[in-house]
């Protein structure tokens, strides 16, 4: 047998069989048994069963696994029935059926021409639209979020785009091995992160729409866009921005334009940024985070409050000198979540290490955010840092940058630099300093 038997051993243990590796990788052997057309559905369904030990107990652990697999017997047959009455749509090409696939070619899947020379069957996934597919399956895009539209297939139940021209390969997806993975995962996921998995998959059909709404809602509030982009990607809130749009009276006239491939020409002047400081610097630009994610998410409200009430226990259980170090722990806490599909915020057992790594004096974290030597100026994601405070750090009489377009996150006496003008060296911004800018030298 070709990769396929040996890629679905990396299949994750589903609900029931937990403590029983060899049995999960038995089953799903049969179930690539069945989807090569070695053997029957009845065949499968029946060696499935007598797998698994417990199977025939109602109620049991067994009964769970069991019921996991058949049910994906039921998905692969339904995709390959549909591949099959395409095919036969296009002029009595030969059949295609689970006892026409042979060894897929390497990267699996079919080129633009439609050739069908060979006799290998189609991808799953060339059935037609949400044929088979549980109503939680999100709907198919591409890479660039739009349904329909040609580009590399990102949803294991895309529809056929060959009808576009396209002469690009398609990728056979019946061969990605986090396929299979993630329909036995996600059925341990939270109600809660279900419906956000799926909302963020509608979002990627046309993220430029889903923004449009949002904008001409009547209920959106004042809020950066580029953050209400980043809530529609699943990305975390930059709380700089969102505070310094609270508070500016400058319009931020930034404009973008995408190149393609990733690429975005920025250009425009933009409000100068306030960095998040303090504990009341968090809590308020939390709570207008808060309102706008409930507005795109509103099944997470437990979710948001349960983490803001976490946050504020850490800063009222911690010195202010500790401060700074909890609202680095909240921006990567909120990074790592945002990052993964099967873990809230409100997960706390998970941020043991985490805690440990920017709260204690001696953590990863903490240190790395500190600031280098020779001329690095510390800055991290969203521009906070943390000043030394070690008993070799030696401040500098230059005038903090920082400090001067008031941003700087650190105090007078913990910032690495003066917190003089730069213009005439005393002790305040320089946007407030009444000398004139053009000073003989």
């Known amino acids: 047998m070709s990769g396929n038997g040996d890629e679905s051993t990396a299949a994750p243990t589903p609900p029931g069989l937990e403590g029983q590796p060899e049995v999960a990788k038995k089953c799903a052997d ?19 069963m007598q797998a698994v030990p417990t199977a025939f107990v109602e109620g049991s652990s067994g009964e769970r696994g069991a019921q996991a697999y058949l049910e994906i017997l039921d998905i692969v047959e339904k995709e ?18 689970p006892r026409s696939r042979s060894p897929s070619p390497p990267h699996g899947g079919y080129d633009g021409s439609d050739r069908r020379g060979d ?26 979020g739009r349904a329909g539209h040609r580009g590399r297939s990102r949803s294991p139940w895309d529809g056929d785009v060959r009808g576009s ?90 404009q973008s334009e995408s190149l393609g491939d990733g ?20 809590i308020t630009a939390w709570a207008r985070a808060t309102e706008a994610l409930l507005l795109v998410f509103p099944h997470r409200r437990r979710e948001l409050d349960a983490y803001r009430q976490y946050i504020t226990d850490l800063f009222a259980s ?25 873990l809230e915020l409100s997960d706390f057992a998970q941020f043991g290490h985490w805690e440990r790594s920017f709260l204690s004096d001696h953590g990863a974290g903490l240190l790395e955010s500190k600031p280098k030597a020779k001329g690095l100026s ?32 650190t105090s007078k006496a913990q910032c690495r630099y003066t917190h003089i003008c730069s213009r005439c060296r005393r002790g305040h911004p320089v946007a407030k300093c009444d000398r004139p800018s053009a000073v003989p030298e």
């Open 30 to 48: 049969i179930v690539q048994q069945f989807r090569d057309g070695k053997v029957s559905k009845a065949v499968a369904s029946t060696k499935i």
């Open 80 to 97: 390959l029935a549909a591949a099959a009455e395409r095919g036969r749509g296009r002029g009595g090409q030969e059949g295609i059926g």
């Open 119 to 144: 006799s290998r069957s189609p991808s799953p996934n060339e059935g037609d639209e949400f044929g088979g597919v549980p109503p939680r399956s999100p709907p198919p895009y591409d890479r660039r």
């Open 165 to 254: 021209g396209s002469k690009r390969q398609r990728v056979d997806d019946s061969l990605l091995p986090w396929v299979v993975e993630d329909f036995i995962v996600e059925r341990q996921l939270s109600a809660e992160l279900q419906r956000t998995r799926l909302l963020l998959m509608e979002f990627r059909k046309d993220p430029k729409y889903v923004l449009g709404s949002i904008l001409d809602s009547t209920r959106h509030i004042s809020f950066p866009e580029s953050e209400w982009t980043a809530i529609i990607k699943g990305q975390s809130i930059d709380l700089n921005k969102v505070i310094s749009h609270q508070f500016s009276i400058l319009h931020d006239r930034r």
């Open 263 to 282: 690429v975005q020409l920025v250009f425009g002047s933009s409000a100068p940024t306030k960095a998040i400081t303090t504990q009341s610097d968090w």
């Open 318 to 342: 911690s010195g202010e000198h500790v401060h700074e170090r909890v609202i680095l722990l909240d921006r990567k806490l909120r990074n790592e979540v945002s990052g993964r599909r099967d």
């Open 378 to 409: 510390g800055r991290g994601a969203g521009g906070s840092s943390v000043a030394g405070g070690g008993s070799g750090s030696r401040k500098s009489l230059e005038p903090c940058k920082r400090f001067n377009e008031e941003r700087c996150p």
